[in-house]
């Protein structure tokens, strides 16, 4: 853990992810949060030792503060009338196959933006703060996009700025390229921004090039990206890109479709792959904010997000999960992932056998384009 950080890591979540959510065939209707949850309680992972944090629910005067006034009244007014307006639907994207309006759905999105920065306010601390309820990175100002109605890591590093925080590092590694919280950003010269995703896949930005005003770094990824690349391009680019920008707190997007077996794209990471950066990115700063993003299948989802937070708080994985444990990944459904196609160990195992193998010339590519730029900067 880092040398300043003395306090336990805080998990917070809040019931609503289990009372509400997206319905019939959305890819994100799925037990996501609930499944976390179930298999850290299972396990012993939380309980009265690390137990979770109800997070708040953001109000108006909150969200004001990135999401425009027309926008919110129009997803209320959406949400009142249980669909929204064919002009709503146009300005705002709202009420569309990929954004639809469901109930509670303003409380779900206020309540992800209201515990990342919640979660702010503990790594503020000097602490690590665990919200994989968050991570909606495609919010915009003005309308929702890819599954994202709020963007609650663009609220999380807000706060850790209003909070004193001078150099914020975010650092994306959801298979999507992380544009909201680009954007946001995009030229401020406090907020580095650092994602990789996988190239060619929606929503098409965050070509290798593009700074986006200064600032950003991107690294677009070749689909069945494995272990061995992933940990390259950490120790080649983004750990060097993070610490040259000197950053005294650390935002990050995980994901979990970037995993092997997720439906929506195509990169093969396994989840000890994921843990192990993640872990090496909260040592870059004594305020570390963890956040969850996408992830479409329950099981690669459910088993790296619970396995995150026994990494994070030092707790043994067992080799093989006791009954109960096991009986929350059976009980998972998934219409997008077909039967044969479901490893028979994500119902009995945490932990994913590494995947590495080649490091493609692409990669190495990559890795000295932005190695370069990172230097050229450190000068
Ligand atoms: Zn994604």
Known sequence: MHAERAMRPVFISSPIYRATGYAGNHPLAIP??????????????TGPAHPILDSPKADRALLLRFHSPDYLDALQR????????????ARHQLGTLENPIFPGLWDRAATSVGGSVLAAEIAHQDRIAYHPAGGTHHGRPDRASGFCYFNDPVFAILRLLDLGRRR??????????GDGVEAAFAGDPRVRTISMH???????????????????????????LNDSEFD??????????????????????????????DPLSRLDLSNVALWQAVEALVQLAPAAVVLGGGGYNPWTLGRAWAGMWARLTGQAIPDVLPAGAQAVLAGLDCDLVE??????????????????????????????????????EEV
Do not use: K
Request: glycine share 10%.
């Open 32 to 45: 996501r949060i609930g499944t976390v949850e179930r298999l850290c309680a299972g396990l012993g992972w």
């Open 339 to 376: 039967p044969e196609d479901r490893d028979p160990a994500w119902e009995t195992t945490i932990r994913d056998p590494r995947n590495d193998g080649p490091v493609r010339p692409e990669i190495a590519a990559l890795v000295a384009r932005q190695r370069q730029a990172a230097l050229t």
């Open 168 to 177: 914020v590092v975010y650092v994306d590694l959801d298979a999507h390229h």
């Open 78 to 89: 959406a949400e009142r009338a249980g669909g929204a307006s064919a002009e709503d639907r």
């Open 198 to 224: 996988e190239a060619g896949r929606w929503p098409f930005t965050g070509l290798a090039h593009d700074r986006a005003g200064g600032q950003a770094c991107n690294l677009p990824v070749p689909a069945h």
């Open 232 to 261: 390259r391009l950490m120790q080649g680019a983004i750990l060097p890109l993070a610490r040259a920008f000197h950053p005294d707190a650390v935002v990050i997007t995980m994901g979990a479709d970037a995993l092997r077996g």
